[in-house]
C-alpha cells in the first residue's frame, strides 16, 4: 500500500483521534463535546474518505452497503520478502510496510471515564478464523485477536487514551478456506465498571458496534485501463523480439509498460493459461484506492511433478510488496483447458437496462471448475458470470474467438468477433478477382514439420477446411447473439475479423482450432493491440489479411482508442512457437497493472449487512 495512505490515516490519528477527549465526554452540557459523539466509540473509516474522523466516521459505522461502510485488505502480499505470505506470520512485517495493508480501528479515548473503568473489545467468532487483528503500541504491533481469541480486554489507562487496531484478512471470501464466511466483520465495545456498563447521554448501555468487510478481487481483462507491466515466456527468440518491439513502440506512445520475460519455468509457455491477474483494494483520499496486485493459478501443471503446479511459480516470482497469490481451486491437478485462464476473461465495464457493471463482468466458457465460478460470483464486483459455450473447441478458451477493443463510442468499447465467413469470403473475393494461385503462409511449417503453404485456391477447394470453417461459425453465432442480448450489443459494438479453422478429431470426438493465425487471439492493453502476424497471402504487394486488420484496428474506420483514431497495431510472429500449437499472442502473454481508481468496488455490492444493538 502507498506510504501517503498510512501518513492519511496517521495524520488523522495524531490530530487526537486515540486521545480526543479532554472533558468528561459525557455529552452533556460544558462538556466542549458535540452532543453526537459517543463516549464509547469505535471509529472505521465508514465514509469511505480514506481518513478516521470522529464526526464523519460515526455516522451508520453499523451498516454496509453502497454508500456507507470501512474494507479491509486480504494481507496476501510479502512486505519483508521472506517468501510466505503475510497472513501466514504472526507478526505486522515492518510498520512502513506491512501495517499499511491494515485495515484501521480506534478505540476512542474516552478521558472521563470513572475509576475502576475497563473495555471489552471483540469480534464475532464467525468471522474470527479468517481476520487476525494488533494492537498499536508506539512503532510495534502486537496481536491481540484471531481464531482462538476473540475478545481484548482494555485497561482503565487504555480506556481513557484510547488504542490503536489494525485488522488483516487471512482470506478472500468465496475461497475454499473461507468456508461460508460473508467477509463482515463485526466489531463491538463495551466500557464497564466491575460488570455494569456506564451509562452516558451519548453512550446510555456503554456501548458501540461498527462494521468493516474484506475486499473483494477483481479481475483485469484486456479493457483494464491501467497495464503497466506485460508478461511472456523467455523461450521463443521471435516471439520475444515480437513482444519486445511492439511495447516499445507502445511505451513510446502511451508507456510506461514493463515486459517481464519469464524464464526456467517447466514446460509451460502459456502464460496467460496458468495464471490470472488482478487487484483487491480499498478507499484511498480524493476518490483514489490502495491495495495490491493478486493472481489466481490456474490448478495443474505441464507435468504430475508439484513443481510445475503454476502456484509455485507465482510463490517464487510473483510474491513481493503489494504483490501475491490465492488459490481456488480445492484439489491440485484438477480441472481441464477449461480452467487455463485464456478461457477466463473480463468484459468491458457497460450498461444494458437496469444491469449496470462499471468495473466490468466476468465471462468464461465451458467446464470451468465449480469452486472457481463460485468465487468469480462471491466477489460482487464483477458478477454475475457469464458463461458462453467454448466446448466445441479442441483447446476450448473463450480468447480463440473473442476480444474487446476500447473505442470512442457511448459504449467505451467493442466486442472483436472471429468470423470463419469472413475468412472465407475474403479468399473468394480475392479468387475473382484473379489471386487464385497466390499463397499464404509462404515458408512457415506445421508442427509435424510438413510446409503450411498454400494457394487460396486450394484453401478453398479443401472441403474439409471449408466444412469446419463452417461449424465453427455454427458455433460463434450463438455466443454472439447471446452477448447482444446479454450485454445489448448493436451490429456497430461487434468488429468480425478473419479467421478460418479446422477440425481436430480426438477420443473419438470432433473439435476446432484457428487455421489461420487467430488475429482475434491479441494482447491489447493502454491503446495498443499485439496481433499474431497472419501470414496471409500477398495481394498487390502486402498481406491482404494484415491490411485488413490493421485498417479495422488501426483507423478511425470502427472508431477504436480513445480518441476514435485506432489503435495502435503491432504483429508479432507467433506461428512456431504458438500457432502451430494451437494458441496465439494473447495464449502466450498475460498483463497486470496497479489498483485501478475507477474500480470503487463498494459503489455496487450488491449484499448489504447491518446490525441492530
Known sequence: MNIARMALLLGGVSAGLVGC??????????????????????????????????????????????????????????????????????????????????????????????????????????????????????????????????????????????????????????????GTWSGFVQLDYTVSVGDKPIVTATSPDGHDLARVRVAPWLMFGNSTPRIDTVFS?????????????????????????SYWQIKNWPGDQWVEDFF????????????????????????????????????NWLAKSHLYQDSGYFVVYKKAF???????????????????????????RIIHGSGVLPETDAFYNAQEAQAPTITVKT????????????????????RGWKLLVA??????????????????AVEMFVGKKWSDGKAATISIDDALADTDLMAASQKAQGNIDPVVAKMKLEVGLTDDDIVFLPTLFEAISDGGNEYNVAYQPGVV????????????????????????????VTEALGTDKHALGADGKGLHVSYADDWSFYHVLDGEVHCGSNQEGPPQPEWQWWNRMLKTEGVSK
Open 391 to 410: 466446448d466445441w473447441l479442441y483447446v476450448g478458451h473463450v480468447d480463440e474467438f473473442f476480444s474487446y477493443a476500447p473505442a470512442a463510442t457511448p
Open 521 to 548: 487471439n491479441s494482447r491489447i492493453f493502454n491503446g495498443t493491440a499485439i496481433v499474431p502476424d497472419p501470414f496471409g497471402p500477398m495481394i498487390d504487394g502486402e498481406d491482404g489479411v494484415k491490411k485488413f
Open 233 to 257: 515466456a523467455a523461450d521463443s527468440k521471435v516471439f520475444v523480439a515480437g513482444l519486445d518491439a511492439a511495447i516499445t513502440e507502445a511505451n513510446a506512445k502511451d508507456g510506461p509498460v
Open 419 to 436: 468470423s470463419p465467413k469472413l475468412g472465407r469470403s475474403m479468399l473468394e473475393e480475392w479468387q475473382k478477382k484473379g489471386h487464385g
Open 276 to 311: 490470472q491477474t488482478g487487484v483487491a483494494s480499498v478507499p484511498w483520499s480524493d476518490g483514489q484506492v490502495a491495495g495490491m496486485r493478486i493472481a489466481m493459478p490456474r490448478p495443474w501443471g505441464r507435468s504430475d511433478s508439484d513443481k510445475a503446479l503454476p502456484v
Open 21 to 178: 477527549g479532554t472533558g468528561d465526554e459525557t455529552g452533556s452540557a460544558g462538556t466542549g463535546q458535540p452532543p453526537e459523539l459517543r463516549s464509547v466509540s469505535i471509529l472505521v473509516d465508514a465514509n469511505r474518505d480514506g481518513f478516521i474522523n470522529d464526526l464523519d466516521d460515526n455516522v451508520d459505522k453499523t451498516l454496509w452497503d453502497k454508500v456507507q461502510g470501512a474494507a479491509f485488505l486480504a494481507n496476501l502480499d510479502d512486505d519483508d520478502l521472506d517468501k510466505k505470505r503475510d497472513f501466514e506470520d504472526e507478526v505486522v512485517n515492518g510498520d512502513t510496510t506491512d501495517a499499511y495493508d491494515l485495515g484501521r480501528i480506534i478505540l476512542r479515548g474516552f478521558a472521563g471515564a470513572p475509576a475502576g473503568a475497563t473495555g471489552v473489545f471483540s469480534i464475532d467468532p464467525a468471522a474470527a478464523p479468517y481476520v487476525r487483528v494488533f494492537r498499536h503500541d508506539g512503532m510495534t504491533w502486537t496481536k491481540v485477536l484471531d481464531a482462538t481469541t476473540t475478545v481484548l480486554t482494555l485497561t482503565e489507562e487504555q480506556v481513557k487514551k484510547g488504542i490503536e487496531l489494525g485488522i488483516e484478512g487471512k482470506t478472500l471470501v468465496g475461497l475454499p478456506e473461507a
Open 334 to 360: 484438477s480441472g481441464s483447458s477449461f480452467d487455463s485462464h485464456g478461457n477466463h476473461d473480463l468484459l468491458p465495464p457497460y450498461t444494458n437496462g437496469d444491469q449496470s457493471f462499471p468495473y466490468g
